[in-house]
C-alpha cells in the first residue's frame, strides 16, 4: 500500500495524522455549497414505501448538490446508489451493528438504509434526511480518496483506530450539515425542525451506545453544526483537529 507522508506537518493530536489525501484533500477547496432547492416528499408513520420513495428523491438531489460542488475543482462524481433492507443482517462484508441505521458499502459506490421502527415510527423529523446526508459523505469521501486514505492508514492499536475511524464518521457528519445548510431554505421547514435534529444528534454519542467510533454526542452536534452554518466542506477537516474534538 502506499501512504503518502509529509513529516514536516505537525498537529497537535494524541495520534496526528500525517496523509496529505486526508489532510489538504481538494474537496476542502470547494468553497460554499450553493443553495439548492430539495423538496422532501410524503412521508407518514410506519410506511416503507413512503420512506423509499422520500430516500430516493434526497438521493437524487444529493447526487445532483454535490456534482456541481466538485465540479468546482474539476472532479467528476459517479452517482450514488441506495438500497434498502427490513432488518439488520450483515451488509459489504461487515456485521449490521444495533445502533446503525445505514451503512455505506465502498465497493458498490452506494449506501443500504435500514427501515426498521426505530427509523419509520416518527419520520417527520430531519433525522432520516441526515441519516441520508451522512451515508451519503461516505460517498463524497469515497469519490475524493478520503475512504481509501483512512483505510489505509497504519496505526499503531485499537486506540489510534478508533479515533481515526471517529475523524472519519464526524467528517460524513459534517459533510452531512454541508448539504443540510445548503437545502434547508427549500424544505419550508422551520428553525426549531433544525434544533430538534440537534437534539436527536446529541442524544445519538457514543456514550449511549458504548462505541468508541462515531464520536461524543456533543462533538457529533458541533460538527453537524459546522457544516450546517458554513456550508463549506473545508470547515469539516477533522483530521487536523484536537483529540477532544473527535473524542
Partial sequence: MLIHLALAFSVTTAHPVYDQTLLKNPLYQTGK???????????????????????????????????????????????????????????????????????????????????????????????????????????IQKTMGLLDAYSHYPTSGNRETQEQTRRLELQATCLSGVFMGSAFASLGRPASDVAELKEIIRSSGDEYWKGHDHGKGKNQETWFTRGFESRDPKSCNTWTSKPGKVA
Wanted: hydrophobic residues 35%; charged residues 25%.
Fill in 33 to 139: 455549497m450553493a443553495k439548492v432547492k430539495c423538496r422532501e416528499k410524503p412521508i407518514s408513520s410506519m410506511n416503507r414505501a413512503q420512506a423509499r420513495t422520500y430516500i430516493k428523491a434526497l438521493n437524487d438531489c444529493l447526487n445532483k448538490a454535490w456534482r456541481a460542488q466538485l465540479k468546482k475543482v474539476g472532479l467528476p462524481l459517479k452517482n450514488s446508489s441506495v438500497g434498502f433492507i427490513n432488518s439488520r443482517k450483515d451488509h459489504c462484508g461487515s456485521k449490521w451493528e444495533a445502533s446503525v441505521a445505514g451503512q455505506y458499502c465502498y465497493r458498490d459506490f452506494g449506501y443500504v438504509i435500514l427501515l426498521d421502527r426505530n427509523l419509520l415510527e416518527y419520520p417527520h423529523s430531519l433525522f432520516i434526511f441526515h441519516l441520508v446526508g451522512h451515508e451519503y459523505g461516505h460517498h
